[in-house]
Nanobody, 119 residues
Framework: QVQLVESGGGLVQPGGSLRLSCAAS????????MGWYRQTSGKQRELVAV???????NYTEPVKGRFTTSRDNARNTVYLQMNSLKPEDTAVYYC?????????????WGQGTQVTVSS
């Protein structure tokens, strides 16, 4: 069974930093694109950052210059380094991955990790 397991959330003061990790485990052929989304109460889940298997990245405008996503293909792990955090970054952050199982690709989600930016 394929799982995405996240870690690294928590409480941080404005201007601080956090690093999220998400590891894919189980039986699969390979992991294609991986990404991070976030969601606050009453709002739709929004894309934060995405990274292709080859390392190309894309970010939503509010986090450009502050967040960096990277991945380790050997460990099937994606990271989100969040710097200069703002209260508006407070949300549940979800990892997403496009995982290839034999002849098909399936979209998987992590369980979510809370990030709270507050003084």
């Amino acid at each position: 069974q394929v799982q995405l397991v996240e870690s690294g959330g928590g409480l941080v003061q404005p201007g601080g930093s956090l690093r999220l990790s998400c590891a894919a485990s189980g039986s699969f052929f390979m992991v294609n694109s991986m990404g991070w989304y976030r969601q606050t109460s009453g709002k739709q889940r929004e894309l934060v950052a995405v990274i292709t298997r080859g390392g190309s990245t894309n970010y939503t405008e509010p986090v450009k210059g502050r967040f960096t996503t990277s991945r380790d293909n050997a460990r099937n792990t994606v990271y989100l380094q969040m710097n200069s955090l703002k209260p508006e970054d407070t949300a549940v952050y979800y990892c997403n991955a496009q995982i290839v199982l034999s002849l098909r690709q399936i979209n998987y989600w992590g369980q979510g990790t809370q990030v709270t930016v507050s003084s």
